[in-house]
């Protein structure tokens, strides 16, 4: 196993979901990690996870929406564990309803946390990084950042915005010649406990669309986006095909969501009327990283092992390309060359 060299590596969102399954990938290389969310308890058991892998872990409660909260946490972090070098923004809460049944502070709420929170993260680190004139910054995005479906329109719009501050936030980079890095991770729909507490208005228990994976996939691909120059990292077939599908026919996939993007994103199950949801103040349950749907997840993803080694799957694709062609070559001059053997009569064969 690869390790870290100690490096400071700061997770938002870390009590649970993908930023506790990425928490524990870090710890398994022995960086010093610290651990911002809301729920105290939650980020207890988080650290112990992470300290049983042999890490050493600070907890820091913050309300990521709170840019003073954010401000003051990444203060904590370098007097404690030293210069931050990697930064991951993972915190998100999301509401499963039509727009026409949102009520517009759940809307902004969505908004704070998902989008202006990794805005007020980036912010706040970037100034150290600038500073020092390296580190990283991990946006762990969606492929709805790219592809919106119903009932999800503040979660969607949130990875839009993230999306397209980060591409500004390059530029700047750019022209300041830094060598702070940047990068984005798209994850598919991932078994998270976000669709058991998240705020729901529909009248069935909320559900990823499938194919599921499981975090400690989406942990792996943030991991290694965090130690590679890559400036967007997409996991899962499924996310290409969204990403793909809305460039090529917009109008098209606009129809199969408007009939397909309800029923997939529900289970038969109806929704319990005394459900706890985590919008405004964490769900005191630990659920740990997962979710509910451990059955139907992968626990693996072939095409982020192919983004990953990609320069080698080029390599040797060109060289299987060539060998084909040389293949192709040799029988079509072998081809040609028979009817001038055929004057040899049997010795012709020979030579075939």
């Not at 999301?94 to 998902?114: G, H, I, K």
């Not at 967007?232 to 129809?255: E, K």
Request: charged share 20%; hydrophobic share 40%; proline share 5%.
């Amino acid at each position: 196993m690869q390790q870290e060299q100690t490096k400071v590596v700061v997770i938002t969102g870390a009590s649970s979901g993908v930023g506790r399954a990425t928490a524990r990938e870090f710890a398994r290389r022995g960086a010093s990690i610290a651990l911002i969310a809301r729920g105290e308890e939650k980020l207890q058991a988080t650290r112990g996870e992470v300290e049983q892998l042999g890490a050493r872990a600070l907890v820091v409660t913050a309300d990521v929406a709170d840019a003073g909260q954010v401000e003051q946490a990444v203060e904590t972090v370098e007097s404690t564990l030293g210069p931050i070098d990697i930064w991951i923004n993972s915190a998100m809460v999301t509401v499963f309803s039509p727009l026409r049944n949102m009520q517009p502070e759940e809307f902004a709420r969505v908004t704070e946390v998902t989008y202006l929170g990794a805005v007020w993260g980036t912010m706040a680190v970037l100034k150290r990084m600038r500073q020092r004139n390296r580190g990283v910054i991990v946006q762990v995005s969606s492929a709805l950042a790219y592809r919106a479906i119903p009932l999800q329109s503040a979660y969607c719009g949130a990875k839009h915005a993230l999306r397209g501050f980060t591409t500004a936030l390059r530029s700047e980079l750019g022209h300041e010649r830094s060598a702070v890095h940047i990068t984005m991770v798209h994850l598919p729909a991932v078994n998270t406990p976000q669709f058991g507490w998240g705020r729901s208005h529909l009248p069935k228990q909320p559900q990823p669309v499938p194919p599921i994976y499981q975090p400690e996939v989406a942990a792996r691909a943030v991991y290694w986006a965090a130690h590679h120059r890559r400036r967007d990292l997409f996991v899962g077939f499924s996310s290409l095909r969204a990403v793909w599908a809305n460039r090529l026919l917009p109008g098209l996939t606009d129809w199969y969501l408007a009939r397909k993007g309800f029923a997939a994103q529900q289970t038969d199950a109806p929704s319990a009327a005394d459900r706890a949801d985590n919008l405004w103040s964490p769900v005191a349950a630990d659920r740990g990283a997962h979710g509910q749907f451990d059955r139907q997840s992968r626990a693996g993803s072939v095409q982020l092992w192919l983004s990953q080694h990609r320069r080698w799957v080029v390599v040797a694709c060109a060289l299987a390309g060539g060998l084909a062609l040389g293949r192709q070559g040799y029988k079509h001059r072998r081809e040609r060359a028979r009817p001038r053997l055929k004057r040899f009569g049997p010795w012709g064969r020979h030579f075939q």
